[in-house]
C-alpha cells in the first residue's frame, strides 16, 4: 500500500486556519453630507469640527476601539460633507464594524455625540448653549495627558488649551 501524500492536506489546513486570522482589510467611507444646528434655535453652526468614526466590537464586553475617523469643519449654513473614500482597517473576521457615528465640537458647545443617523438619512447634528457646560467636560478624556485613541489626540489639537510647559 502506498502511502498516502501529506502535503496537499497539510496545504489545505494551513489555508483553512489563514482564513481564520485576523489581519488588514479595507473600510469603505462612504460620501456623507449634513448640518450642524443650534438645537433651540435651529440656527446652523459655521466652524464646528466634525468627527466621522467607525467602532469595532469591545471584547468581553469592554471599550470598542475606534477604527477609523475623520474630520470637517462646518461652512456658514452650517454644512459639512465628507468625501468617499477607502481606509485600511484592522477588522478581524467576523469581527462586527459599528458606524458610522457622528459628533461635533465647537468652542460655545463643547463636544456633543450626535450618535448615528438612521439609514440612508443625513447626519444631523444639534448642540445646546444650555448644556454647553456639561459637554465641555466631555472633553475631559479628549483633553487627559495622553488621549487613548488617535481621533481622541486629534480632536484635542482643535478642542483643548495649550498644556504649560515644564519651567514655564
Not at 469603505?28 to 469595532?56: F, K, M, N, Q, Y
Not at 484592522?90 to 458610522?100: A, D, E, S
Not at 463643547?110 to 467636560?137: D, F
Request: net charge positive; with cysteine; proline share 12%.
Amino acid at each position: 500500500m502506498a502511502p498516502r501524500p501529506v502535503l496537499p492536506l497539510t496545504l489545505a489546513l494551513a489555508a483553512a486556519l489563514a482564513a481564520c486570522v485576523p489581519g488588514p482589510g479595507v473600510l469603505v467611507l462612504r460620501a456623507a453630507s449634513g448640518r450642524v444646528l443650534d438645537r433651540e434655535s435651529g440656527a446652523p453652526i459655521e466652524g464646528a469640527t466634525v468627527v466621522e468614526w467607525w467602532r469595532g466590537a469591545g471584547r468581553m464586553g469592554g471599550p470598542q476601539p475606534t477604527y477609523h475617523a475623520r474630520f470637517a469643519t462646518s461652512d456658514a449654513g452650517g454644512r459639512f460633507g465628507f468625501p468617499r473614500a477607502l481606509a485600511p482597517s484592522p477588522r478581524m473576521w467576523l469581527q462586527k464594524t459599528y458606524g458610522p457615528s457622528y459628533g461635533f465640537f465647537h468652542p460655545r458647545y463643547g463636544l456633543v455625540h450626535g450618535g448615528e443617523p438612521a439609514e440612508g438619512a443625513a447626519p444631523e447634528l444639534s448642540g445646546s448653549l444650555a448644556e454647553a457646560e456639561l459637554r465641555r467636560a466631555d472633553l475631559a478624556p479628549v483633553c487627559a495627558p495622553r488621549p487613548a485613541e488617535h481621533w481622541q489626540r486629534e480632536l484635542a489639537r482643535v478642542a483643548c488649551p495649550p498644556r504649560p510647559r515644564r519651567g514655564d
